[in-house]
């Protein structure tokens, strides 16, 4: 690619040049003690107060000298950034965005527009552009290198994904006639899952502010955005196979479509939670016979009675359905809180779960076996679309004759259940974890129960992805085995807030938790210094 024409140094006028070194002006006949700091962008001194004398030997210099710069304030972080002398770079008139690869339009054509630059295509770089580009390297596709040289700026990564966090890094150095400093930055994300889940069936979010979060996760860097859209609640997203059972507030498929579109325009996979055999109260409203009822004939709250075929096969026709709406690699499929199983004696409070159970799998078949078996077959039917999916850890049960999948990963956010697991027997396992941890990352809309709404500041001074019950971490050794965390809103009472306090309430909170999944490093920044940033930023 080629780097232009470095601008010419002024003609010289006949005046004797003045010596700038050391921070001292020396003019003819006078030392003046002053610094001298040129800004990156309009090439008129800056700092401590300076003599006519100086300015005068300044204005004679042939050459501008420009401070090492720093590394730029952004959220999150850089990792990496290798200071140089120079103007840096600012948006201008006349200022393009260039590719050298037609994929990266949507990317150019993005950025172009935030920065009101023009989108030039495919065409050579010249000084005041942004140049986007692809390069073949075998490093991580979300990674990127961004260069600020020669009055232009250069952004390579080898994914598409990697190229648009170097446009938000560009935006958040230039935003409010920010410059963006000359130097190098080389960053990457600490962690691949970085996730905001909204639980969207105990209460309705209107399309556009999904959208608006979206917009705001992108920026951050985020990568996920889950959508539980199935409790007893409600179902809110509209059903072609099964609309008796849809909520009167809902998100139509066309809505779902343009959420998905937007998103994957901002890297972001939106990952759909049907929760099942819980949390199906909605689906029960529209089949009572499918609920589960105990041996006095006692309905179970939100249930279903899995020794039934009909109940899987309307949770299957939903999944089969649904995988068409949602084109993303992932999917939720619950498995949490299943009532059958928190009382004292499953296989004799619920009769035709045992039976049930010892027909599929013998004299020593359980009821957790059965619900075991149910959470498999869910997965077999995602695995048949290509997804990879995820469960609660309170849907993996300790002993039995059948175990959880061994490609389900585990959403860990609780250690409160019955017989709860600490983390470390699922990752001793082998297994994969992703960091949900409900005392830290869930923001439960009227605090019920023991829930406060969590801060920014605790997030980002005692969370760590490795902290994943509790406030203790993990051993270090199982870092590799947790692939990311994901902050997440439940609406248990969702009159509590409306959607313009969620947004705020959550604001910080996404900051904080953007900031430890992309650098494992202590932050620089004091939290004092890091909402103040994040507050100029906005």
């Given at each position: 690619?080629s780097t232009?024409?470095r601008?010419?140094?002024?003609?010289r006028?006949?005046?004797?040049?003045?010596a700038?070194?050391?921070?001292?002006v020396v003019?003819?006949?006078?030392v003046?003690?002053?610094?001298?700091?040129w800004?990156?962008?309009?090439g008129?001194?800056?700092?401590?107060?300076?003599s006519?004398?100086?300015?005068?030997?300044?204005?004679?210099?042939?050459?501008?000298?420009?401070?090492?710069s720093?590394?730029?304030?952004?959220?999150?972080?850089?990792r990496?950034?290798?200071?140089a002398?120079?103007?840096?770079w600012?948006?201008a008139?006349g200022?393009?965005?260039?590719?050298?690869?037609?994929?990266?339009a949507?990317?150019?054509?993005?950025?172009?527009?935030?920065l009101?630059?023009?989108?030039?295509?495919?065409?050579?770089?010249?000084?005041?552009?942004?140049?986007?580009?692809?390069?073949?390297?075998?490093?991580?596709?979300e990674?990127?290198t961004?260069t600020?040289?020669n009055?232009?700026?250069?952004?390579?990564a080898?994914?598409q994904?990697?190229?648009?966090?170097?446009t938000?890094?560009l935006?958040q150095e230039?935003?409010?006639?920010?410059?963006?400093?000359?130097?190098?930055v080389r960053?990457?994300p600490?962690?691949?899952?970085?996730?905001?889940?909204?639980d969207i069936a105990?209460?309705?979010?209107?399309?556009?502010?999904?959208e608006?979060?979206?917009?705001?996760l992108g920026?951050?860097k985020?990568?996920?955005?889950?959508?539980h859209?199935?409790?007893?609640q409600g179902?809110?997203?509209?059903?072609?196979?099964?609309p008796e059972i849809?909520?009167?507030?809902?998100?139509?498929?066309?809505e779902?479509k343009?959420i998905?579109?937007l998103?994957?325009?901002?890297h972001?996979h939106?990952v759909?939670?049907?929760?099942?055999?819980g949390?199906?109260?909605?689906?029960i409203?529209a089949h009572p016979?499918?609920?589960l009822?105990?041996?006095?004939?006692?309905?179970t709250r939100?249930?279903?009675?899995i020794?039934?075929?009909?109940a899987?096969?309307?949770v299957?026709?939903?999944?089969?359905?649904?995988?068409?709406?949602?084109p993303g690699?992932?999917?939720?499929?619950?498995?949490?809180?299943?009532?059958?199983?928190?009382v004292?004696?499953?296989?004799?409070s619920?009769?035709?779960?045992?039976?049930?159970?010892?027909?599929?799998?013998?004299?020593?078949?359980?009821?957790?076996?059965?619900?075991?078996?149910?959470?498999?077959?869910?997965a077999?039917?995602?695995?048949?679309h290509?997804?990879t999916?995820?469960?609660?850890n309170?849907?993996?049960?300790?002993?039995?004759?059948?175990?959880?999948?061994?490609?389900?990963?585990v959403?860990?956010?609780?250690?409160k259940?019955i017989?709860?697991?600490p983390?470390a027997?699922y990752l001793?396992a082998?297994?994969?974890?992703?960091?949900?941890?409900?005392?830290?990352?869930?923001y439960v809309?009227?605090e019920?129960?023991?829930?406060?709404?969590?801060?920014?500041?605790?997030?980002?001074e005692q969370?760590?992805?490795?902290?994943?019950?509790?406030?203790t971490?993990v051993?270090?050794?199982?870092?590799?085995?947790i692939?990311g965390?994901?902050?997440?809103?439940?609406?248990?009472?969702?009159?509590?807030q409306?959607?313009?306090?969620?947004?705020a309430?959550?604001?910080?909170?996404?900051?904080?938790t953007?900031?430890?999944l992309?650098d494992?490093?202590?932050?620089?920044?004091?939290?004092?210094?890091f909402?103040?940033l994040?507050?100029r930023?906005?």
């Open positions: 690619m232009g024409r601008r010419r140094a002024p003609v006028s006949g005046r004797r040049p003045a700038i070194a050391a921070g001292a003019a003819t006949g006078a003046v003690a002053a610094v001298v700091l800004p990156s962008g309009d008129e001194p800056t700092g401590a107060s300076v006519s004398a100086s300015r005068s030997a300044a204005a004679a210099s042939p050459t501008r000298t420009y401070p090492l720093q590394a730029p304030r952004t959220i999150p972080a850089v990496e950034h290798t200071p002398r120079g103007p840096g600012r948006p008139a200022g393009r965005v260039v590719v050298d690869d037609a994929g990266l949507d990317e150019g054509k993005l950025i172009a527009g935030e009101k630059l023009s989108y030039a295509g495919r065409t050579q770089a010249r000084d005041g552009d942004v140049e986007l580009g692809l390069n073949d390297t075998a490093a991580d596709p990674s990127y961004l600020v040289k009055r232009r700026v250069t952004i390579s080898p994914g994904a990697g190229v648009f966090y170097g938000r890094t935006k230039v935003h409010g006639g920010g410059t963006a400093p000359e130097g190098v960053d990457r600490a962690k691949p899952r970085r996730g905001f889940m909204l105990r209460k309705h979010f209107t399309a556009a502010w999904i608006d979060r979206v917009r705001e920026d951050l985020f990568n996920e955005l889950g959508l859209f199935s409790d007893d179902f809110r997203i509209q059903s072609d196979t099964h849809v909520s009167r507030q809902h998100l139509s498929k066309t779902v343009d998905i579109d998103a994957e325009s901002r972001i939106v759909p939670e049907i929760d099942s055999p949390h199906l109260g909605a689906v409203a016979d499918l609920q009822r105990n041996a006095s004939g006692v309905p939100g249930a279903v009675d020794s039934k075929p009909a899987a096969g309307i299957d026709d939903l999944l089969n359905e649904y995988a068409g709406l949602f690699p992932y999917w939720h499929l619950g498995g949490d809180e299943y009532q059958a199983l928190t004292a004696n499953p296989a004799a619920y009769p035709q779960l045992a039976a049930a159970a010892r027909k599929l799998f013998g004299a020593g078949g359980s009821v957790a076996d059965l619900t075991t078996g149910w959470l498999n077959d869910r077999a039917v995602v695995r048949g290509d997804r999916s995820r469960a609660w309170d849907g993996f049960f300790r002993g039995g004759s059948v175990q959880a999948a061994k490609d389900i990963e959403a860990y956010w609780t250690g259940e017989g709860a697991r983390p027997e001793s082998g297994r994969e974890l992703i960091n949900y941890n409900d005392e830290f990352l869930y809309l009227g019920p129960q023991t829930f406060v709404y969590p801060t920014g500041q605790r997030i980002y969370w760590t992805p490795l902290v994943l019950r509790g406030t971490p051993p270090s050794r199982y870092d590799g085995q692939l965390g994901s902050f997440a809103v439940w609406c248990d009472l969702a009159g509590s409306t959607q313009d306090q969620v947004a309430g959550i604001r910080m909170p996404l900051r904080a953007i900031q430890k992309w494992p490093g202590r932050p620089d920044l004091s939290w004092t210094g909402k103040s994040a507050d930023l906005g």
